[in-house]
């Protein structure tokens, strides 16, 4: 059974930074695009950075390029999500996603395993 566990959420003030991981088990881990989505109350879901653990690959949403920097360590099979220069916009439930899929800029409903979610607040 796939497994996916998010932690490092907080509340954080404009400017600051936050690192969110995910730690994945019960699968071959070498063969998954993991991303990570973000869901605010009343938004859509958004996939904001995806990563293929097979090559290394690496996609963002516009709207985090530049300030968001997705990762793996591939021998703790964890993935993480750097976040610099964060905005109160940026406030919402992370969410760790993964499934044996072609990696990219996928929707939500492509990927069949999700972790509980960690809580992202950013003050103005």
């Known amino acids: 059974q796939v497994q996916l566990v998010e932690s490092g959420g907080g509340s954080v003030q404009a400017g600051g930074s936050l690192r969110l991981s995910c730690a994945v088990s019960?699968?071959?881990?070498?063969?998954?695009?993991i991303a990570w989505f973000r869901q605010a109350p009343g938004n859509e879901r958004e996939g904001v950075a995806y990563?293929?653990?097979?090559?290394?690959?690496?996609y963002y949403a516009d709207s985090v390029k530049g300030r968001f920097t997705i990762s793996q360590d591939n021998a703790k099979n964890m993935v993480y999500l750097q976040m610099n220069s964060l905005k109160p916009e940026d406030t919402a439930m992370y969410y760790c996603?993964?499934?044996?899929?072609?990696?990219?800029?996928?929707?939500?409903?492509?990927?069949?395993?999700w972790g509980q979610g960690t809580q992202v607040t950013v003050s103005s």
């Open positions: 996603a993964s499934n044996y899929v072609v990696c990219g800029r996928r929707r939500g409903s492509d990927f069949a395993y």
């Open positions: 019960g699968y071959t881990y070498s063969r998954l695009c």
């Open positions: 990563i293929s653990t097979i090559s290394g690959a690496t």
